[in-house]
Nanobody, 124 residues
């Protein structure tokens, strides 16, 4: 099992930027695929972005492509999500997730460990 702690959420105006971070501990981080998901009130948790163990391969939901960037620092056991050009519809709780598959996809079922989430609110 891996422990994940998100940080960096907050309130921002539309068009602004936020950077989310996720610190991992308890398992060999470099072997893990990592992902970000989000859940808005009354909606299902949805995929945002994923990154493979090496950081070479990334994947994004269509709704965030070109605006969000996922990255990882294996030396620091951290994964980040840079969010630019934020929109009110990006408002949600954002969750960091880890997968024993080194190259996870958008499927929630591939992720074994989850953080508690961090709130992102984008005002119009």
């Amino acid at each position: 099992q891996v422990q994940l702690v998100e940080s960096g959420g907050g309130l921002v105006q539309a068009g602004g930027s936020l950077r989310l971070s996720c610190a991992a501990s308890g398992r060999t981080f470099i072997a893990l695929g990592m992902g970000w998901f989000r859940q808005a009130p009354g909606k299902e948790r949805e995929f945002v972005a994923s990154i493979n163990w090496s950081g070479v391969n990334t994947d994004y939901a269509d709704s965030v492509k070109g605006r969000f960037t996922i990255s990882r620092d294996n030396a620091k056991n951290m994964v980040s999500l840079q969010m630019n050009s934020l929109k009110p519809e990006d408002t949600a709780i954002y969750y960091c997730a880890a997968s024993r598959s080194g190259s996870p996809s958008y499927s929630r079922g591939q992720y074994d460990s989850w953080g508690r989430g961090t709130q992102v609110t984008v005002s119009s």
